[in-house]
C-alpha cells in the first residue's frame, strides 16, 4: 500500500552526477549531496527510474550517488517504469522550439517529462536551460503545464530540502507553466 505522504521523484542523472558526498567542496556538490540524503533519511519519497534514465545514471553518477541508489534499491524505495511512446507529446513539444539546439535540448530530455506523467509529476535536475524550454513549450502543450521542476542548486530561491521535508507538494510556483522565461 502506498502512503499518501509518499511521492514517486524523477532525479535527474545531473543531480547523480553533482553529488559529491561528505567530501564536496563545490556548492552544486554540496546542494546536490545534502538533497539526497534528505530525500534518502529524512522522507518517505521513492525514485523514479526508466530505461534512459537509468543509462544516463550509471554513465554519469558519482561514487555516493551511486551508493544513495543502492541504498534506495535495497529499502524498497525505487519505481521502475516502462513508458511507452507518445509520439503526440512528443510531437507537439518539439514544435515549440524556435531553434534545432532547442529542439534537441527538448528531445534529449523529453524521457523526464513521461517518467513525471507516469509519477507524481515532479522532477529534480540541475538543468535551467531545458527547465526554461519546457516551461515555454507549457504555453502550447497543456499536457505538462503542471509539472513540479525543483533544482537543488537553488537553495535560496526555491528551499529544495524544506519542500522535500514538508511532503514535496505541488505548489503552483512550482510548475514549468509558472516558471518565468525570457
Known amino acids: 500500500m502506498r502512503s499518501k505522504d509518499m511521492k514517486r521523484i ?5 543531480v547523480a552526477r553533482a553529488a559529491g558526498g561528505e567530501d564536496a567542496t563545490a556548492f552544486v556538490s554540496i546542494n546536490c549531496t545534502e538533497f539526497l540524503e534528505s530525500f534518502r533519511d529524512q522522507t518517505p519519497h521513492h525514485i523514479v527510474m526508466t530505461l534512459e ?10 561514487n555516493f550517488a551511486a551508493a544513495w541508489l543502492a541504498n534506495m534499491i535495497a529499502t524498497k524505495r525505487f519505481h521502475y517504469i ?4 507518445n509520439r503526440t507529446l512528443h510531437e507537439k513539444i518539439e514544435a515549440t522550439a524556435p531553434e534545432e539546439k532547442d529542439i534537441n535540448a527538448l528531445l534529449k ?7 513525471a506523467l507516469a509519477a507524481d509529476k515532479t522532477i529534480i535536475s540541475l538543468d535551467e536551460t531545458v527547465r526554461e524550454l519546457f516551461a515555454r513549450a507549457t504555453q502550447q ?7 513540479i521542476w525543483v533544482n537543488p542548486e537553488r537553495t535560496m530561491e526555491e528551499q529544495p530540502i524544506t519542500w522535500l521535508q514538508i511532503g514535496a507538494p505541488p505548489e503552483v510556483p512550482r510548475q514549468l507553466f ?5
Open 82 to 85: 516502462e513508458l511507452s511512446q
Open 109 to 115: 530530455d523529453f524521457h523526464l517529462l513521461g517518467a
Open 10 to 14: 524523477v532525479v535527474n542523472a545531473s
Open 141 to 147: 502543450v497543456s499536457e505538462i503545464r503542471d509539472i
Open 178 to 182: 509558472t516558471y518565468p522565461t525570457q
Open 53 to 62: 534514465l537509468s543509462e544516463e545514471w550509471d554513465e554519469h553518477q558519482s
